[in-house]
């Protein structure tokens, strides 16, 4: 199983990037796969997540309205896309996957089995 994220990078405050996860090893179409985040001296937090199976999402309630999940399920890519983004949204941000059931929620990191290496976001103010 690999996860492979990109996209990050520096970004003025109200500016936007897109993310990249690509995935490979597991049944892509049918899993939950997205986006945490962790700023430095913060713990890691769910931003969004997308059930592929049938395009359901969740999304915290910082990023919403300003956050975009979505998956590409031939070619086994999941996007974020950022707008409006805020130098609070500065983080590392790490693809993970979930190829069972999500116990616990969505927001529960130890219900993700696979990681992605991290990308860094930062927006400057």
Same mark, same amino acid.
């Given at each position: ?6 996209g990050?990078?520096?970004? /003025?405050?109200?500016?936007?990037l ?8 597991? %049944?892509? *179409? =049918? ?12 713990? %890691? ?5 997308? %059930?592929?199976?049938d ?5 915290? *309630? ?9 998956? *590409?399920?031939?070619? /086994? %890519? ?33 219900? =993700?089995?696979y990681w ?10």
């Amino acid at each position: 199983v690999q996860l492979q994220a990109s996209g990050g990078g520096l970004v /003025h405050a109200g500016g936007s990037l897109r993310l990249s996860c690509q995935a490979s090893g597991f %049944r892509f *179409d =049918y899993a939950f796969i997205g986006w945490f985040r962790q700023a430095p001296g913060k713990e %890691r937090e769910g931003v969004s997540v997308i %059930r592929t199976s049938d395009g359901y999402v969740y999304v915290a *309630d910082s990023v919403k309205g300003r956050f975009t999940i979505s998956s *590409d399920n031939a070619n /086994h %890519r999941v996007y974020l896309e950022m707008n409006s983004l805020k130098p609070e949204d500065t983080a590392v941000y790490f693809c993970a996957a979930a190829a069972t059931d999500l116990t616990g929620g969505w927001r529960n990191r130890r219900a =993700y089995g696979y990681w992605g290496q991290g990308t860094l976001v930062t927006v400057s103010s």
